[in-house]
């Protein structure tokens, strides 16, 4: 994809100096990177957010002519770059081992159109489940394609794992419901459901997968897509997101694709990881979605760009309100002492009479 950008990146330098980048100076530079994102089939409100993004990096910032094509390439990478992070992580076998030690299977949905790699994908967790020490039941609860259940018991069986699978038309959510019993009689670690995948329009697909989540509740929800149907993965990513409200993705056939459209694009829409790629098709090509390596097969040498992850930002706690200290008692007045009687004065004493004198 970057290797388009370059004219652009040159025609821009052959006109600027040193000097603050206004929006008249990269309008080829985002028209060419507007078109190269559509070639790599990337979602329309993919490309005018990282055009946006972009644009608002570039315009007053100071650079030198020689450093144009660096700067705006370090800067791309970097915008991608925090797309990915702002989608989060999800750690598969933390959330096994969580379940484990509440003594219940963990169990995964698997969804996505006919075609794309679905059911190998599903054989392919199982195969990395398996080899994680992690005891796993299949439901084959795609009752309408035909072949459907064979090609799901011919993976139990190369891999020994136990299939739990009835009739073609029958309930796919009373088969769901039976593999988690077995998964709960047997303590068995994971369950990994599979489902119909007509297509994404269907009414009585995201119906029949609304009640298979209604009676069994699974733990993690992965869509399955085509790396190489490009924009046709993204529309399918959004319409069983808005039903189903997937955890995750596994992209499929990316050993095959270069231009990475589909993973920037689901990421963006539906705000949930690409968890892990197809690579081939032995049960071990199945590799965790790794960045940096993205970046690498997209822009080449990431050079001394440093890939830094951002965390999402978590919410501050709100601070419990302090007890409102509760007010001291006034203290009771003390009681006024009673003033002491005053002494009654003492009478004065009579005069003694006079004796009369005696006479001469």
């Not at 071990?284 to 997209?298: A, G, H, I, N, Y």
Request: glycine share 4%; net charge negative; proline share 8%.
């Amino acid at each position: 994809m970057f290797d388009k950008l370059r004219s652009a990146f040159s025609n821009a330098a052959k006109s600027l100096g040193e000097k603050e980048l206004n929006e008249k100076d990269i309008e080829d530079i985002l028209f060419e990177l507007e078109i190269s994102l559509l070639e790599s089939d990337v979602a329309t409100e993919v490309i005018d957010s990282i055009k946006s993004d972009l644009k608002e990096k570039l315009i007053g910032s100071k650079v030198d002519k020689k450093e144009i094509e660096k700067f705006v390439k370090d800067s791309l990478i970097s915008i991608i770059s925090t797309l990915f992070d702002e989608a989060g992580e999800y750690d598969l076998f933390e959330k096994i081992n969580e379940k484990k030690k509440q003594g219940q299977p963990f169990l995964v949905l698997f969804v996505g159109i006919n075609g794309t790699g679905k059911t190998t994908s599903l054989a392919k967790v199982a195969h990395m489940l398996k080899e994680a020490k992690y005891s796993v039941v299949i439901a084959a609860a795609d009752t309408f394609r035909a072949g459907a259940i064979e090609q799901l018991r011919e993976h139990a069986n190369r891999l020994n794992l136990k299939l739990v699978a009835q009739n073609y038309n029958s309930d796919p959510a009373a088969v769901a419901r039976d593999a988690v019993l077995y998964a709960k009689s047997h303590k068995t670690d994971v369950v990994l459901i599979d489902t119909a995948g007509r297509m994404q329009t269907s009414e009585n697909l995201m119906q029949q997968i609304a009640k298979i989540t209604k009676v069994v509740n699974p733990d993690m929800k992965i869509f399955v897509g085509d790396s190489l149907a490009g924009n046709d993965t993204v529309n399918q990513a959004r319409e069983f997101h808005e039903h189903v409200k997937f955890d995750g993705s596994i992209l499929t056939k990316s050993d095959a694709d270069a231009r990475g459209g589909a993973a920037l694009s689901i990421v963006k829409v539906t705000s949930t990881p690409v968890l892990y790629v197809g690579v081939g098709q032995e049960y071990s090509d199945l590799k965790p979605f790794d960045k940096k390596l993205f970046l690498e097969t997209v822009f080449g040498s990431l050079g001394d760009v440093t890939i830094t992850k951002t965390e999402k930002p978590e919410p501050e706690p709100t601070p419990e309100p302090e007890p409102t200290p509760e007010p001291e008692p006034t203290p009771e007045p003390e009681p006024t002492p009673e003033p002491e009687p005053t002494p009654e004065p003492e009478p004065t004493p009579e005069p003694e009479p006079t004796p009369e004198p005696e006479p001469t």
